[in-house]
């Protein structure tokens, strides 16, 4: 049973003129497909093209990040629904939710900056129940804020997760008890993540998924170095050790549940 990184950013590798280094890598590393995850305009396309010369292999989906977010938001955010319009449309909606770690120290800015990203998560929210999609959540510093957004918007919450979840056992709580999930990242291997291995065994393997974020966050035994999709491989392996069971049965775990998140 093969691996899928569900949530990875190809277009670095693509701007480095790595992409087909990057997915042989992610294939010999028992990779079975991966979904790169779309943040603005700037790489929908991009995403769209990749995804439709790897059918079955690479998928995308489109959204616009919290961090991209501007006084622009509502131009770029009337564009998605061109994507699904297509032949070969985004898996999911995302990544979008609300970031407070980026915000400008100003804080007359950043009031404006955070206002601007509530806004255009609302919006993705009602694009996404229009759609009928699947979410992915960006939440850096506002879980509240986002649970609370998602609850209002009435958006069905088994099609959400909150990927690169780094928060508690508390946190995870309120996603299981409204349906949702958290997707985790190689920050599970670190050290100093015990908080986020307890939320992790807290929802239970049986709704594990897993991710790179790639280029970022980087598992160990290679953190300090860009991350790439092969390297779910390391995340996975040490999930297995975690929950206590052999590679293969985590494998198949958290692909099985990949696949029915993402309708792959």
């Given at each position: 049973m093969g691996l899928i990184d569900t949530h990875t950013h190809l277009e670095s590798f693509a701007?480095?003129?790595?992409l087909d280094a990057t997915l042989v890598r992610a294939r010999a590393a028992g990779l079975e497909a991966m979904v790169t995850i779309g943040t603005s305009s700037e790489d929908w396309s991009s995403y769209r093209d990749i995804a439709t010369a790897h059918p079955g292999y690479v998928y995308y989906t489109a959204g616009l990040h919290p961090c991209s977010v501007d006084a622009n938001w509502a131009d770029e955010i009337a564009r998605l629904p061109v994507y699904w319009a297509g032949e070969v449309k985004p898996v999911a909606l995302g990544e979008?939710?609300?970031d407070r770690f980026h915000l400008p120290k100003d804080s007359a800015k950043a009031d404006e900056l955070?206002?601007?990203?509530s806004a255009a998560f609302a919006a993705q929210l009602t694009l996404t129940k229009s759609l009928n999609c699947p979410l992915v959540v960006h939440s850096r510093g506002a879980f509240a804020e986002c649970v609370a957004m998602i609850d209002a918007s009435d958006v069905d919450w088994s099609r959400v997760v909150f990927h690169c979840f780094v928060e508690g056992t508390?946190?995870?709580?309120?996603?299981?008890?409204?349906?949702?999930c958290g997707s985790f990242t190689g920050v599970i291997t670190y050290k100093n993540a015990e908080t986020v291995r307890q939320a992790a065994k807290l929802q239970g393997l049986d709704r594990l998924i897993v991710e790179t974020d790639?280029?970022?966050?980087?598992?160990v035994p290679h953190r300090g170095k860009p991350n790439e999709p092969a390297y779910v491989?390391?995340?996975?392996?040490?999930?297995?050790?975690?929950f206590g069971v052999e590679y293969d049965k985590l494998a198949e775990v958290t692909t099985r549940n990949a696949k029915v998140f993402y309708g792959l």
């Amino acid at each position: 049973m093969g691996l899928i990184d569900t949530h990875t950013h190809l277009e670095s590798f693509a701007e480095q003129g790595e992409l087909d280094a990057t997915l042989v890598r992610a294939r010999a590393a028992g990779l079975e497909a991966m979904v790169t995850i779309g943040t603005s305009s700037e790489d929908w396309s991009s995403y769209r093209d990749i995804a439709t010369a790897h059918p079955g292999y690479v998928y995308y989906t489109a959204g616009l990040h919290p961090c991209s977010v501007d006084a622009n938001w509502a131009d770029e955010i009337a564009r998605l629904p061109v994507y699904w319009a297509g032949e070969v449309k985004p898996v999911a909606l995302g990544e979008c939710g609300l970031d407070r770690f980026h915000l400008p120290k100003d804080s007359a800015k950043a009031d404006e900056l955070f206002a601007q990203q509530s806004a255009a998560f609302a919006a993705q929210l009602t694009l996404t129940k229009s759609l009928n999609c699947p979410l992915v959540v960006h939440s850096r510093g506002a879980f509240a804020e986002c649970v609370a957004m998602i609850d209002a918007s009435d958006v069905d919450w088994s099609r959400v997760v909150f990927h690169c979840f780094v928060e508690g056992t508390d946190e995870m709580t309120e996603l299981i008890k409204r349906g949702g999930c958290g997707s985790f990242t190689g920050v599970i291997t670190y050290k100093n993540a015990e908080t986020v291995r307890q939320a992790a065994k807290l929802q239970g393997l049986d709704r594990l998924i897993v991710e790179t974020d790639a280029p970022y966050l980087t598992p160990v035994p290679h953190r300090g170095k860009p991350n790439e999709p092969a390297y779910v491989r390391h995340t996975a392996e040490f999930c297995a050790e975690l929950f206590g069971v052999e590679y293969d049965k985590l494998a198949e775990v958290t692909t099985r549940n990949a696949k029915v998140f993402y309708g792959l």
